[in-house]
């Protein structure tokens, strides 16, 4: 099994930053992909970041330029720096990890507790 430990949310100002980390353990052969995902109340869930084993990252439209998702795969750890924060980033923020537990398995999703974040105008 694969845990998902995240950290770092809060209460912040628009326009301040916030970091969130979040360390995988567990039984994790490899990683083929991590991503950050938020869900805001009412609205539907959506991937925010992304990055993959070879290091390519995707983001939302509604997040480029002001979010940066990075890994430090000797801490198992991927960050997620969001700058320039909005109102409408409100939501609980969740990391997931794609891995499998050797090579002759499939990776499957692993997902994170989520941690808030609210930023007020």
């Known amino acids: 099994q694969v845990q998902l430990v995240e950290s770092g949310g809060g209460l912040v100002q628009a326009g301040e930053s916030l970091r969130l980390s979040c360390v995988a353990s567990?039984?994790?052969?490899?990683?083929?992909?991590r991503g950050w995902h938020r869900q805001a109340q009412g609205k539907q869930g959506e991937l925010v970041a992304g990055i993959t084993s070879g290091g390519s990252t995707n983001y939302a439209d509604s997040v480029k330029g002001r979010f940066t998702i990075s890994r430090d795969n000797a801490k198992n750890t991927v960050y997620l720096q969001m700058n320039s924060l909005k109102p409408e980033d409100t939501a609980v923020y969740y990391c997931s990890v794609d891995s499998s537990s050797s090579r002759f398995t499939l990776p499957r999703r692993t997902w994170g507790q989520g941690t808030q974040v609210t930023v007020s105008s």
């Open positions: 567990g039984s994790i052969f490899s990683i083929n992909h």
